[in-house]
């Protein structure tokens, strides 16, 4: 039984399921090949995706949204919430002139499937789930029948109310829809605020939103100018106070309903776009609350055509596992390119290292992208993780804000020598401690990390590049960064990436097997002058 589903509205996707082998066969992100972060499903999206199937899926499967893309607007197939009885659809449709099935279930039922199918924990083994996300903050059981159960809603919004917070202080922000992409801004943020107990200002403020029942539709920003937040700068001390200590507030409202409603040890499941917080997910696990923490590399929206699929798969067939590789995203297309200007050389990961030793940034290309949002090795920009100043030069590449970490990835046979926590973190979901003052391109202001660890299993090549670099350098991490354009998907084919090597400034890049060298010095991202040895 092969089952395609779809992901309507924003982080729009299409993956497919071989049930019979309870293997994902494949998810494929809009955003990826350098179209809008967070795009929906396109007919280009569709078509790439139908064409890996060799006949017409059994199942087709829609994830429940919205109209309007928030919880209470009208629905689109199974709609937004619900996880009873009434929060699945199950028809028959004739595609192309055949019957096919029809499965639609909740989006929030997409969230619990997608980290319960992906999760490594054995069949029927009870969980506990949270969603965090712009709409839903709930906990829930999955118990070894595999039923639903809802233990309580912590909060609304708690996406939505991160996310408007940033607003709040920023003056090119007037009015209008919330930016997704400003929830990895503020978790930047909090790490230069001092810890603490509020002040009465911020204080004033966590009780005014974090109560709120919705925010997207409901509160304007226009609303709070009283406030000694409203446009006050991103970067300001007083307000990355206030990001710190209202990020405090919102994991401890969900930690306190945890403490007291969680309390049968089972492993924790995190899904929802929250998911991405890596402070939140560190003290999820120093809780000690849960036998372990999973998240999915995919626990954003990204994820919810895989648990749709699983959901229907679960319904068809009693199976909610299946086998799945983060690499399940689009191949790389190797369209032709201007080689004027270029030095190619065969991959030698031994050459490539001394280039990143010798401070070039290289684009580093590799089969089929990563699902989810984070670029583990696959789609990455590498450099060297010794310099503040590479720090600096990486989000001038990336046209980003100056406060913006570069996260690490590390060889995960020696993370221990490098960061405090000493466990295999392979989708970059978490913050350690730096203990390697010589990891300067990759500490943050508050002496953390989002390091991504690496075995030769999980990703053999990326793997030897790192052996390599370890064998010349001593150290066996690099600076690893998406490789996009500003406000797009991943770079997922040559010319595309040639022109952003050349535009942006890389030194050089990496498809599979080859290495791209730039004969003349590329120009900076922040001068438009050449590079100078």
Known sequence: MKIMSFKPGHDGAVSAIDASAAELLYSYEAEKDSFARYSPVTPTSVLDAAGRLDDIPDVIAVSGWSKSEIAGGRSVAAGYCGIDSESELVREKVIFGRKVKFYSSTHERSHLWCSYGMSPFPTKSPCYALIWEGALGDFYEIDENMQLVHLGKVMASPGNKYVFLYALADPNFSSGWLRDGDA???????????AGLPDADEQALINFVVPRESIQHSLRKDELQSTPYYNIGVTHPKFTNLARRFSDAIFDAFH????????KGFPLLIAGGCGLNCEWNRRWLETNLFSDVFIPPCTSDTGSAIGTAVDAMRHFTGNAKIKWNVYSGQPFIDDEIDRTGLEVHPLDHGEVAS????????????????????????????????????????????????????????????????????????????FQKVLDSRLKAVTHADGTARAQTVSRKQNPQLFQLLTSFKAKSGVGVLCNTSLNFNGTGFINRASDL??????????????NDAFYLLKEAPLTASSGQKKTA
């Not at 960061?419 to 295999?424: K, S, Y």
């Open 184 to 194: 990895g801004k503020l978790m930047a943020l909090t790490a230069y605020g001092k």
């Open 256 to 263: 306190v309903f945890a403490k007291k409603n969680l309390t």
């Open 355 to 430: 280039a990143l030793l010798s401070d070039k940034v290289i684009g580093w290309v590799q089969g089929n992208c990563e699902i989810g949002p984070r670029a583990l090795g696959n789609r990455s920009i590498l450099a060297a993780p010794f310099s503040k100043a590479t720090h600096e030069r990486l989000n001038r590449i990336k046209n980003r804000e100056g406060f913006r970490p570069i996260a690490p990835v590390c060889l995960e046979e020696d993370v221990a020598l490098h960061f405090d926590l000493a466990r295999p973190s392979p989708y970059m979901l978490l």
């Open 498 to 511: 040639l022109t952003y090597a050349r535009a942006a400034g890389l030194d050089g890049f990496v498809i």
